[in-house]
């Protein structure tokens, strides 16, 4: 069981397209994050958002462009992607109460092929 | 800056086996630690979690021990069955928002 659901789970796109990816999380939590995948690497963080303000953008090239309306929905706009950029993109979310310990909560992933 | 490093894998175990996962972390502070658990074709999933040295973070026959002194959070099982075939993953958390992940070790466990 899963509070926090992507969309789509595989997603197949040429250098050229334009796709976005899709997260909702329904526990009500505060902030959201965008992670990378990629086999044998660790999880690579891309951009966080708390109450709906991006606070972190870790280098990331400026075809990924990320998108956060509300609370609960989170975006990430792909253009113009690069064979390397293949990858698990999953998506998580957390409670952020101030002066507790976060736990993350993730979704399920889309599994991404640029062509 | 902090970092987590988890023992290579792949582990290959039969069943009924015991398991062990060895994770040391860096940290400037008191971070959290937490195992998360990837079964295939699946998101991370939280397994278990600690907030401070010598708690012991339990869940589904899994435990790990924060153990300050030895900067670890070693993942063990005392009998693994083929439904605990996944990747495993260590982190810690320093900061609310900011999490370190290793790069994760796959179990596999054969009947």
């Known amino acids: 069981e899963t509070g926090v659901t992507q969309t789509p789970r595989h997603l197949v796109m040429g250098m050229t397209n334009k796709k976005s990816l899709k997260c909702e999380q329904h526990?009500?939590?505060?902030?959201m994050y965008w992670y990378k995948q990629s086999a044998k690497k660790p999880l690579e963080l891309m951009f966080v958002?708390?109450?709906?303000?991006?606070?972190e953008n870790n280098s990331v090239p400026s075809r990924f462009s990320p998108e956060c309306p509300n609370s609960s929905h989170l975006f990430l706009h792909l253009h113009t992607l690069q064979p390397e950029d293949s990858a698990l993109y999953l998506c998580?979310?957390?409670?952020?109460?101030?002066?507790?310990?976060?736990?993350?909560?993730f979704g399920p992933g889309t599994r991404l092929t640029v062509l | 800056g902090d970092s987590v490093t988890q023992m290579e894998g792949p582990v290959t175990l039969s069943e009924e086996a015991f398991l062990t996962i060895n994770c040391t972390y860096t940290a400037t502070g008191y971070p959290s630690l937490f195992w998360y658990v990837q079964y295939p074709g699946e998101g991370l999933q939280l397994l278990l979690k600690a907030t401070k040295a010598d708690d012991k973070g339990s869940n589904k026959g899994f435990e790990a021990t924060y153990r300050k002194e030895t900067t670890s959070f070693h993942l063990e099982k005392g009998s693994v069955q083929v439904s605990d075939s996944a990747v495993y993953f260590c982190a810690l958390s320093e900061t609310g928002n900011q999490f370190y992940f290793g790069t994760g070790t796959s179990l596999t466990v054969i009947p």
């Open positions: 998580a979310s957390s409670p952020r109460r101030l002066g507790g310990t976060d736990t993350q909560y």
């Open positions: 526990l009500g939590h505060n902030a």
């Open positions: 958002y708390n109450f709906k303000e991006q606070t």
